[in-house]
């Protein structure tokens, strides 16, 4: 029976080392990583506002308001 003690033992090992591995990883990363104030304070703020960079949509855009001002003001121009 003690020779099954000294067995369990030794399985018991390996994981105690991986553990202990694992752990000290962790412990790395956490140390190298900056702090949350530090992280939020460089925070680049967004711009607000309309912002078009699709050409296809800016043309479609002004062409709807093109044809809204057309209708609006065709009445005008007909009776001239």
Partial sequence: MSEAQR???DQ???LRKQ???VESRTERKE???PSRKDVHR???KKKRGIQMTFPLVRLLLMTFILIVLLLIFSPY???L
């Fill in 31 to 33: 140390g190298e990583l």
């Fill in 12 to 14: 018991a090992e390996p």
């Fill in 7 to 9: 067995d369990y033992k």
């Fill in 19 to 21: 553990m202990s591995r």
């Fill in 42 to 44: 460089h925070r680049k």
């Fill in 77 to 79: 121009w007909l009776n």
